[in-house]
């Protein structure tokens, strides 16, 4: 930390607190938030802190983007999806787009004109990305694709979407491209199914996307030439891995200072709630597994932000991180008791979103899978 990144934390703070938490229910009922709070956090400059200036954005590190998301886990919201916007999609295009695609679509994600999002997974292929079966047929100067995809965070909202797409089903893994579409608007091929219902993060736009010979230009492929997507991928993803970590570790430490809280002001058999020894102890475990999940994980941010973080060291943050965030927010909730179980407190909520940690960015099992190849 730095003054600088002190000021980000505190400006933050400020816009969630004051302008999108209060929002937090109508995003719930409707299942998703407002677009307007985009272009806000793009005037504040909240987006893209770690794009260079030349493109619209902050010129900071991806400690900055770590500052934005921590106070969005602090303040509980998961509606918007700045983690995408800012954290995933705007890095495909900086590290592989060309000059001319790079100054065309950055600026738009980092003022909140629009709205960035990516789409990998399919209804037949999760976690495997090689088994997507969208496929992106060259017709001349552009590209027609066809299939679906689902669970794609801000796929309701996007003007802009990375497809992940078959351009040699031959091929396998080396058959995959990344093609940018522009979907602003009605977009000829391309609807947007149902804003899936979910158990948790109900206020994020978690959507079915369908292709239906979408034409994009071949000037929209990511990269050179095709084939590159699966590649580019794997290199991406350590930073998603990350971001799910560095999420993990705040709530975890959220869900302890509310059972701290709690349980030093719940009356039981005539004395504190804190004051029994179970209580005490489960604090005290809990309070431990977060202080190093915290060192863990700011060690990882440090590596990353140095362009040191490996594949591996990324996917042990996110499986164990997100792993203890799922066990101690499931032990805090026991403490409330039967307050625990309705929504008159916040633990119950953070229990429901904190499942889905373990399933996306590589569902957990899978983390264990690539750290093992390791071995």
Not at 33 to 61: F, H, N, Q, V, W
Not at 293 to 308: L, S, Y
Not at 345 to 362: C, E
């Amino acid at each position: 930390m730095n003054e600088e990144l002190a000021a980000v934390r505190d400006l933050a703070r400020k816009f969630f607190e004051r302008e999108v938490s209060p929002h937090e229910e109508r995003f719930a009922r409707q299942g998703y938030p407002d677009r307007d709070l985009y272009r806000r956090a793009g005037d504040l400059g909240l987006l893209c802190m770690s794009i260079p200036k030349e493109y619209g954005g902050g010129g900071g590190t991806f400690a900055h983007e770590v500052v934005l998301l921590e106070e969005q886990a602090r303040v509980g919201n998961s509606a918007l999806q700045f983690s995408v916007h800012s954290g995933i999609v705007p890095h495909y295009l900086l590290a592989y787009g060309s000059a001319e695609q790079k100054a065309r679509w950055l600026p738009k994600l980092a003022s909140g004109e629009w709205v960035g999002a990516i789409a990998m997974t399919e209804p037949g292929a999760g976690s495997d990305l090689q088994a997507i079966s969208a496929r992106a047929v060259r017709d001349g100067d552009e590209y027609v694709i066809n299939g679906a995809k689902t669970f794609i965070s801000s796929g309701r909202t996007c003007d802009l979407l990375i497809i992940a797409a078959k351009t040699d089903r031959e091929l396998g893994a080396k058959g995959i491209s990344l093609i940018v579409a522009e979907v602003s608007g009605e977009v000829p091929g391309f609807r947007r199914g149902r804003v899936l219902r979910k158990i948790g993060q109900q206020g994020q736009d978690t959507t079915e996307l369908f292709f239906d010979d979408l034409r994009v230009p071949v000037a929209n492929l990511l990269g050179p030439v095709e084939g590159k997507g699966f590649a580019q991928l794997m290199r991406q993803l350590p930073q998603e891995r990350l971001i799910c970590a560095v999420n993990g570790v705040v709530v975890t430490e959220r869900a302890v200072d509310l059972a701290l809280t709690y349980a030093k002001q719940r009356e039981m058999f005539g004395q504190r709630l804190f004051d029994l020894q179970n209580t005490k102890f489960e604090l005290a475990e809990c309070a431990t597994i977060a202080r190093v999940a915290r060192t863990f994980v700011d060690e990882c941010v440090e590596r990353h932000v140095r362009g040191e973080l490996d594949s591996t060291t990324a996917a042990m943050a996110k499986y164990w991180v997100t792993d203890q965030q799922c066990a101690v927010v499931d032990r805090c909730l026991q403490l409330f008791g039967g307050y625990g179980y309705t929504t008159e407190f916040p633990i119950s909520q953070i229990f429901l979103d904190s499942r889905v940690q373990r399933i996306y960015a590589g569902a957990n099992e899978v983390m264990k899978e690539l750290i093992a190849r390791s071995l």
